[in-house]
């Protein structure tokens, strides 16, 4: 006996008036479908994805992470489970959730599944709301599943239970294979309805209901509800990380992805997004407005209202205000990087400061070297880049610029305001720029 996971994921979502399928558009950094398939790895579990509009961006993301079925109809929810029915073994347990529901989390899923095995042929996932408007009815005789009503097939009495339809259900693979054969078209909609389903086991099976907050079975069908899923993650996200050891000033406007690991005694100031594969080393302070993507930052960092991406941070460096470092920068520990100040594919090694308005791209920097105001590395030709090498205990004075390919060597000066377009042997002081002529009187003429 497996459990394998039945994901929809084939609908069109034309309420999110986009060119992208609906489960891929994001929350707190990853897809939604993505959040799906992460928490129902329960088990061993092995997933199929039902898929059907533009099919070919969910499979060119997930490739061969996930196993597919295909719908090319939409003819509800039954239909699309018919479809993934030759991935079904009689001896599975079957999970069947929707590709739009990022919120379900996995601990409940894991509360299903360790319901389902109670001697309970199905589990069916439900929620107690105020207004049930639009959602399928729970009908109970005596606390016994008798069958779930959609809205346009319920009678006024249905209509006032508040118990709904989370859409997300556990079932044994043979009665399910069996069902999805009697299914028909006869309602409202002229669709097969997986509730059907549950009705039909439920005359001579026992259906169990696992009831779960509102919260978290919310569907995404728009983008007011795309941001509404984005809000409750993210609350979910930031407690997570307060519960940790980290120190949020204003989680309300604090943006954590869920893939971002932050080590506890961190502080993180308001209006940050902290993106993707990030990785935050403890006690470090992440200032206002500063954005961080795929990124590793030390231990005992400040980063002040900066951009970094797809970069390494050493222990004990400052960044910021205002610096920018862009994919393939690697900040050695205790350096230095002041306002203005961009990296590009370069490497800076232990100690060195570069402290103003400075550009060192696709430049290797050794330690305690000292990069003035103003300093350009000028990497690129026109039509092709090169690097730029400056070794240990080097000194570049202001509005200097180091034209590669150039190296400078160990303990060398450079003078401020020099072209340097040739490499400069170690201990020696670099002059590269024309000698001042003062014109007496020039000015009354």
Not at 27 to 46: F, Y
Not at 109 to 128: G, P
Not at 312 to 332: C, E, F, K, M
Request: charged share 25%; hydrophobic share 35%.
């Amino acid at each position: 006996m497996s459990l394998k996971v039945i994901i929809l994921a084939a609908g069109q979502g034309t309420r999110m008036k986009s060119e992208l399928p609906k489960v891929m558009h994001r929350v707190c950094g990853l897809p939604m479908l993505e959040h799906v398939i992460r928490n129902t790895e329960i088990d061993n579990s092995e997933a199929v994805v039902v898929i059907g509009h533009k099919s070919d961006v969910i499979r060119d993301y997930f490739a061969d992470s996930v196993e597919y079925a295909y719908q090319t109809e939409q003819l509800g929810t039954g239909h699309a489970v018919m479809m993934a029915i030759d991935h079904i073994a009689d001896d599975d347990e079957v999970l069947i959730v929707c590709g739009d529901t990022p919120l379900i989390e996995k601990e409940v899923l894991q509360q299903m599944y360790d319901l389902k095995k109670q001697e309970n042929q199905a589990v069916i996932m439900t929620s107690y709301v105020n207004d049930p408007t639009g959602y399928g009815r729970i009908v109970k005789s005596e606390d016994r599943f008798i069958k779930i009503v959609e809205e346009k097939d319920s009678d006024e009495i249905q209509k006032r239970i508040n118990e709904i339809n989370a859409g997300t259900y556990i079932i044994d693979g043979k009665l399910l294979k069996q069902e999805l054969g009697n299914l028909s078209t006869d309602n409202s909609q002229n669709e097969y309805y997986l509730t059907d389903v549950l009705e039909n086991i439920a005359k001579n099976n026992n259906v169990a209901t696992l009831a779960v907050d509102s919260e978290s079975i919310l569907g995404v069908n728009s983008r007011i509800q795309l941001a509404q899923a984005e809000t409750v993650m993210r609350k979910r996200i930031n407690e997570a990380h307060m519960r940790n050891g980290v120190t949020l000033i204003n989680p309300d406007c604090t943006y954590i992805d869920k893939s971002v690991i932050i080590e506890k005694d961190c502080i993180i100031y308001p209006n940050c997004h902290i993106k993707g594969n990030t990785l935050i080393r403890s006690n470090t302070e992440i200032r206002e407005n500063a954005v961080i993507e795929n990124s590793v930052i030390g231990e005992c960092v400040s980063v002040k209202s900066s951009t970094i991406i797809d970069s390494q941070i050493g222990n004990g460096t400052t960044v910021g205000p205002y610096a920018y470092l862009r994919p393939g920068s690697r900040i050695g520990n205790n350096c230095k990087i002041g306002d203005f100040v961009e990296f590009k594919n370069a490497s800076f090694g232990d100690g060195s400061k570069a402290s103003h308005l400075s550009y060192i791209g696709d430049a290797d920097v050794g330690s305690n070297v000292n990069i003035g105001c103003g300093v350009v590395f000028v990497n690129y030709d026109g039509k092709n880049k090169f690097r730029t090498v400056v070794k240990d205990n080097s000194f570049v004075g202001s509005n200097s610029n180091l034209v590669a390919p150039v190296t400078i060597e160990e303990n060398s000066f450079i003078a401020a305001g020099s072209t340097i377009t040739e490499d400069v042997p170690k201990d020696s002081l670099a002059i590269a720029r024309g000698r001042q002529v003062n014109k007496a009187d020039w000015n009354n003429k």
